[in-house]
């Protein structure tokens, strides 16, 4: 009788067990590839039992949907009106670094250099908030979320 090492008798386990598991997931019309990239959080594209390809899950944070554009200390426009946490892409194109600030309800926009481009999002409760730049009074913006 043949002697067969321990190390050959562990590799034909292993794969006998991953050819039963692979078979147990073509009878349910599943496929290795697609059950772990669902499990990952992905999804996954073709139809049942295809193995199709995996695309990445929807990322949590939205594009800017408004626009607001700062030139010559003035905001444009001087009133937005958003929807509770949508995001607003603001445009510095002036000579001087610009920030949008609400400081009784926390909302800013952070330093937005001249010629770039920041964001601001909108609170995620309704109302009129009044956004002024602390270094230039002449620049504000009355925001409106409902």
Known sequence: MP????????SAAVCTGALLLMSSLAACGGST???ASTAAGATSTG??????????A???????????KIKK???SPAKLKVSPGEKIQIVNSDSVTHE???SKDK???GNIKTNATGAL???SKAGTFKLVDPHHSATHLTLVVS
């Open 3 to 10: 002697h067969i090492s321990m190390t050959a008798r562990r």
């Open 33 to 35: 590839d697609s059950a």
């Open 47 to 56: 139809s049942a039992g295809d193995t199709g390809t995996a695309t990445p």
């Open 58 to 68: 929807a990322s949590a944070t939205p594009a800017p949907t408004a626009k607001l």
């Open 73 to 75: 200390n003035t905001v």
């Open 100 to 102: 949008l600030v609400d």
């Open 107 to 109: 909302i800013t926009s």
């Open 121 to 123: 999002t909108a609170p």
